[in-house]
């Protein structure tokens, strides 16, 4: 069963604007990861925050992890029509490497 | 340095045909794993391998079968393919440490008639 859960499921903004994706699972995580999925293409890694963290950057993406409520968000700031992708967190229930647990993904849309 | 590379990109299959599907990494991953992924549904595992000779189930393993005779490679087989099959399948790879990421092939899209 899926463990996690994207909101919202579709984004628009424009260029220029910040883009803020939530994600809420349900059981307890050793890790939280973010992945990038373009048209067509393969899932590409953004970022993986551990479970005893709470914030991380990269570049323009910054991830929170609260563990007592079973989220996470990803912002995107700045946004550019190169963002133009689908989201996705994943899990990792045991620290396996091998087995994420996907949510539905959050579709975003950055227009010119 | 091409990192997971998946065979064929696009295939049609009739009911009752079977097939495999190639993953190949050359990153020296210990682990690699077989995803499905179907619209509105996110990527499911099917089957997993850490390591040569070591294979297991996912959450979707029926109708599939696996086996591990390389580090660097990772067939999945279609026994006998169905329309519920219909998916596009993404392999991945990654380090054995704890807390690595995934790296992903660009997938086989794959459509049984």
């Known amino acids: 069963s899926q463990q996690g859960e994207e909101d919202p499921q579709a984004l628009s903004i424009q260029e220029g604007e910040n883009a803020t994706m939530n994600c809420s699972y349900k059981t307890s995580i050793n890790n939280l990861q973010w992945y990038r999925q373009n048209s067509g293409r393969g899932l590409v890694h953004l970022i993986l925050?551990?479970?005893?963290?709470r914030e991380k950057h990269s570049g323009r993406l910054r991830v929170t992890l609260d563990t007592s409520k079973k989220s996470s968000s990803l912002l995107i700031t700045a946004s550019r029509a190169a963002d133009t992708a689908s989201y996705f967190c994943?899990?990792?229930?045991?620290?396996?490497?091998?087995?994420?647990?996907f949510g539905k993904g959050t579709s975003l849309l950055v227009t010119p | 340095n091409a990192g997971v590379t998946q065979t064929p990109k696009f295939q049609v299959l009739k009911t009752g045909q079977s097939m495999t599907l190639q993953c190949a990494q050359d990153m020296n991953h210990e682990y690699m794993s077989w995803y499905r992924q179907d619209p509105g549904m996110g990527l499911r595992l099917i089957h997993y391998?850490?390591?040569?000779?070591?294979?297991d189930q996912g959450e979707v393993p029926n109708g599939y079968n696996v086996s591990r005779s390389t580090t660097e490679d990772f067939p999945l087989r279609l026994l006998s393919a169905a329309p519920s099959q219909t998916s596009v399948y993404f392999c991945a790879s990654s380090r054995r440490d704890s807390n690595q990421p995934q790296h992903f092939g660009d997938g086989t899209r794959l459509s049984i008639l």
């Open positions: 391998s850490v390591g040569a000779g070591i294979t």
């Open positions: 925050i551990r479970s005893n963290e």
């Open positions: 994943a899990t990792d229930l045991s620290g396996s490497g091998y087995a994420l647990n």
